[in-house]
């Protein structure tokens, strides 16, 4: 399944907040070999 949408509706996935009361946001990095797999899958 393709799915195209705008930048601009995209969020990050929201955590609690640090000791000063800012946003904790999860940001998690792919492995090169898995972000391969992804871009080459038909």
Known sequence: MVAA????RLDLFRTDRDRQGKR???TIKLADADFERVFLAP
């Open 24 to 26: 904790k946001f999860l």
């Open 5 to 8: 949408v705008s930048f601009e």
